[in-house]
């Protein structure tokens, strides 16, 4: 495939030459909390001491504590409480996952990419686990290679943002084009981290072989065919509304049966990958991107404007539907919304329809802002309104 870019593809090939890559260090407070946990001498309290000694982390654990994968009662209010519900490994997945997701969620050029990345990245060590735990494999260790797999992609948009900031030529391109180039650096880059950061072998053979034709030479190869097949799974739940097993039946390396087990995991996916959503997000809207708009044409009939609510925490925008389709729909209202962040959605018809979303695009129209969003992993009755509401709004 030829180049967008010969110049950006010919400056990140002597940033890899020259070692001047930039790795973000390994989080440091997912190694005190592994180091804790893998010593074995520790009560409830120390964990519960460490995860609160970094806010960020304390905040993500609280958070999924109380998400419908954790939940079995009443909502918790404390650290402790959370910790000893989620359970000490489960601690030590979500604090590599809270780490990583500072250097993920970071303001940029490529923001609206890298915020994809990171929600693909948060899905696809969520749907490993439970794969994993089918296969009679260590579910921690698929958490570890389904979320570090693709990483690579987040150290490559690094080195174009380190590569554009000293460039004034570049014009803008789609969230498509910057994927082609990421994707063409992230297994190489991924290796270069994975040496970096001196991970097991098993974590560095799912970020190096997850697109080899075979992982039979890898130290478990059947991590990195879960892997693969989460990778190919998330493909399809990044373009539509929601996944049965009728629709993963075609995944290679899945059974009939996992099938079933995938879209059960789909179910409790939105809330768990929402949970590291944060107002880091935010300290981009508005900023300068290289990501350009491709804004979809409205036609046809269209629905009933029914008010829409977007929340994330405390945050909460409302909106009027324009239009609706099966795959997504457009909103107006007066606020900017971070690209490719997963927020809780409301649609205020009869019955109200809840679910999640992740604004797809926005752009100023109109005195304020028109978004695509985009519904993620809708399930049961939610889904089932969504699609007749868009069968009966018709194209947008």
């Not at 994809?116 to 735990?133: G, Y």
Request: overall charge negative.
């Amino acid at each position: 495939m030829a180049s967008l870019d010969p110049d950006l593809d010919q400056a990140i090939v002597e940033l890899v030459r020259e070692g001047a890559v930039k790795v973000p260090p390994y989080p440091a407070v997912a190694f005190k909390v592994e180091a804790l946990v893998r010593g074995g001498s520790y009560g409830l309290d120390d964990l519960a001491k460490l995860v609160a000694s970094d806010q960020v982390l304390a905040a993500d654990v609280l958070r999924c504590a109380n998400t419908a994968l954790y939940s079995r009662g009443a909502p918790l209010a404390s650290v402790k409480q959370a910790v000893g519900r989620i359970g000490a490994k489960d601690v030590a997945r979500l604090a590599l996952a809270s780490g990583l997701g500072a250097h993920a969620l970071a303001g940029g050029k490529l923001a609206p990419i890298r915020r994809r990345t990171w929600l693909d990245a948060l899905a696809s060590a969520l749907l490993a686990q439970d794969l994993a735990k089918g296969r009679k494999l260590a579910p921690d260790v698929a958490f570890s290679a389904g979320l570090l797999h693709d990483f690579g992609k987040v150290v490559a948009i690094a080195c174009i943002e380190e590569v554009l900031a000293r460039r004034e030529d570049v014009a803008p391109k789609t969230e498509d084009e910057w994927n082609r180039l990421t994707d063409r650096y992230h297994v190489e880059l991924g290796v270069v981290m994975a040496a970096r950061w001196d991970l097991p072998p098993v974590i560095a053979d799912a970020i190096a072989l997850h697109h080899a034709e075979s992982g039979a030479a890898a130290a478990d190869p059947g991590i990195v065919e879960v892997v693969t097949v989460v990778d190919r799974v998330v493909d399809l739940l990044r373009e539509r509304t929601s996944l049965s097993a009728e629709d993963l039946a075609g995944v290679p390396w899945l059974a009939q049966g996992e099938a079933a087990i995938v879209a059960r995991a789909v179910e409790s996916l939105p809330a768990f990958v929402a949970s590291f959503e944060s107002a880091e997000a935010w300290k981009g809207v508005g900023g300068p991107t290289l990501v350009s708009a491709q804004r979809p044409a409205s036609e046809g009939p269209r629905p009933p404007p029914f008010p829409v609510v977007l929340k994330l925490g405390a945050r909460e925008y409302s909106y009027q539907l324009l239009g609706m389709a099966l795959t997504h729909c457009m909103v107006t209202g007066k606020n900017a919304v971070p690209e490719n962040i997963l927020m809780e959605m409301k649609v205020a018809c009869d019955p109200p329809l809840r679910g999640y979303a992740s604004v797809k695009l926005g752009w100023p129209e109109g005195g304020g802002f028109t978004l695509l969003v985009q519904p993620y992993g809708l399930n049961g009755p939610a889904l089932a309104r969504w699609k007749d509401l868009a069968a009966h709004a018709g194209p947008t």
